[in-house]
């Protein structure tokens, strides 16, 4: 039950237990399978039940005061049918919405049905209840959490709607955490999940997974929603469509196969001060990353000083710890040395090449108004098949933002794939310094992380580096980390387009890693440069004629061969 509604006296909705203790407070939204929208006055509740069993209703939204009743949350409908369940209509657990009232939406309830076969073009919804629409503009209320929806069947031809969003929030209240939709063939081991963000923009882990051991044959991440979970995730098939998950790392993430589309993020729970996260991928199969999507854990190592409970000038370093950390104005460091600012300590490059697991450390801080940037976090990837990467892989360190304070250091990135393809971005780079200008202050950029790729082949044209972060006013940049392949060549640096004007000349390069000794060859066109056998080429006297061309180059060592990227010579008069 809401916030002052019916016997509830208190501004707090009701929750698990039929109880006001750990509810939503005044203006907030319910909580269930979502995380209910904070308002103006307080936080929402915890979310509660089960993902394969919901049984519970949805909590109350909180209330401003009598005058102000929250929503009520969405009822339990508990639904056995033997034989053939033919949905025409509709089965609904809906939040309560509060009406004209400064008062919180309610959260979805429990819809749990067990049928033979499931048929009809009906609607089966659990979705949170919107947040009043009091006319005060100082006031915000938040949406109700999407509930819990199961599904278990013998057959299923059903092509209706199954919906267990949150909702809008109103008046700067935010939107709910999208709630939990489970569908289970009694003939397969495991249920399919699928976390539906409506299209809304909720806070960060709003749909936050509660099981030790998360096991689902396809799980579907769609639609903005947001879903983080501590205990391991085990999937056959784990898509992510804009929207994201972030991982705890405390247990592996195993998938058999990989999709991350439409601007989606898969990633870690940022590092605290009381734990250290990474990210571990376990692909059996194939992963696809688009070119609008990441796997990314930038900023979400060691806290940098003066960062979300380090109370510190000293920006945490290897051990979770301010001893021999980079202090005040000076970057972070990891696989380089951080930049010196004009003030502070600059911590010792730490961790191995060729086996990066630590994150980056954070930068210095001068005082709590001006905090060190975070280090980058740490990904582990392991997949014997195909991994293809147009989007990126990222832990590089935070830039701090318009503060007198050092960039974060670069993290951990440790790829050990089949084969590796696509034109993306594998970086673990340094973050820019603060940039405050002043004339008494330096700001050094963080050092780069380390990155360790291991391929049994590949057909990769991206980029990979670990770069310093640029120092700001006066500031040393920070020294470049490492990249490991232990005999593979890769590209690390591909050439890029050139346009220059008639009778001029066009120069390229190209950086990469691998076992000495390593031949180039360029070639134009597709035939071979004379004489064109370093890591930059330079064309001279070029005419119209050239415009349009393809220039390439060719790496080969004992390992194999490799070609870069084709790019073209742009002549202009």
């Known amino acids: 039950m809401a916030g002052r509604r019916g016997v509830n006296q208190s501004n707090i909705g009701m929750t698990t237990g039929n109880q006001v203790t750990g509810g939503s407070g005044a203006t907030a939204g319910g909580s269930h399978g979502g995380i209910g929208g904070s308002g103006t006055h307080a936080g929402a509740g915890a979310v509660y039940g089960s993902v394969e069993d919901p049984e519970q209703p ?24 033997l034989g053939v369940l033919t949905l025409e209509g509709s089965v609904l657990a809906d939040g309560g919405n509060p009406g004209n009232f400064h008062g919180g939406g309610g959260a979805g309830g429990s819809i749990r049905l067990s049928v033979g076969t499931l048929t009809g073009s009906g609607i089966i919804r659990a979705d949170g209840g919107p947040g009043g629409t009091g006319t005060n503009p100082s006031i915000g209320q938040g949406a109700g959490g999407g509930g819990r929806i199961s599904v278990t069947y013998d057959q299923l031809d059903f092509s209706g709607s199954l919906l ?12 709910g955490g999208a709630g939990t939709i489970y569908l289970r063939d009694r003939g397969k081991p495991s249920g399919n999940l699928i976390v539906n963000g409506n299209g809304l923009n909720p806070a960060e882990a709003s749909t936050p997974l509660l099981e030790t051991l998360n096991q689902f044959g396809d799980f579907r991440i769609i639609n903005t929603a947001r879903v983080s979970s501590a205990g391991a995730i085990t999937a056959e098939h784990l898509m992510v ?45 194939s992963a696809f990353i688009d070119a609008t999507s990441s796997i990314d854990v930038t900023g979400r190592g060691f806290l940098g000083g003066r960062r979300s409970g380090n109370l510190a000038t000293v920006g945490l370093t290897v051990g979770n710890s301010a001893a021999g950390g980079s202090s005040l104005t000076s970057g972070g460091s990891h696989g380089g040395r951080g930049g010196a600012g004009d003030d502070g300590n600059v911590g010792d490059p730490y961790g191995l090449a060729e086996d990066p697991r630590e994150p980056g450390s954070g930068g210095g801080a001068v005082d709590t108004n001006h905090p060190g940037g975070n280090g980058g976090g740490v990904i582990f990837l392991e997949a014997p098949g195909l991994v293809t990467l147009d989007g990126s892989i990222l832990a590089n360190g935070a830039y701090p933002g318009i503060f007198h304070s050092g960039g974060g250091a670069g993290g951990s990135i440790q790829l050990n794939v089949g084969t590796l393809a696509g034109v993306g971005a594998v970086r673990a780079d340094g973050g820019r310094a ?81 076992a000495d ?49 084709a790019v073209n010579i742009t002549i202009v008069e």
């Open 58 to 81: 949805g909590a109350g939204g909180g209330a401003v005061d009598l005058n102000h009743p929250a929503g009520n949350g969405g009822g339990v409908i508990l639904l056995d049918v």
């Open 164 to 175: 267990a969003g949150g909702a809008a929030g109103h008046g700067g209240g935010q939107p």
């Open 241 to 285: 469509n804009n929207s994201e998950l972030a991982h705890a790392g405390i247990a592996p993430l195993n998938v058999q196969t990989l999709e991350l589309t439409g601007q989606a993020l898969l990633t870690h729970i940022p590092t605290s001060v009381d734990a250290v996260h990474r990210l571990t991928v376990n692909i059996a199969q």
């Open 434 to 514: 603060g940039s405050r200008e002043s004339g008494s202050f330096a700001q050094g950029g963080g050092g780069g992380g380390r990155v360790s790729v291991q391929l049994t082949t590949h057909d990769y044209t991206g980029e990979v580096s670990a770069a310093g972060g640029i120092g700001e006013s006066g500031g040393a940049d920070g020294e470049d980390g490492s990249l490991f392949t232990p005999g593979n060549l890769l590209i690390t640096a591909q050439p890029v387009p050139v346009t220059v004007t008639v009778n001029s000349s066009a120069t390229f390069s190209v950086q990469f890693i691998g």
């Open 517 to 565: 000794p390593v031949m180039i060859q360029w070639l134009k066109d597709g035939e071979i440069v004379p004489a064109a056998t370093a890591q930059n080429l330079t064309l001279s006297g070029l005419t119209l004629e050239d415009s349009g061309a393809v220039v390439t180059v060719r790496l080969s060592n004992a390992e194999g061969q490799i070609t870069s990227r």
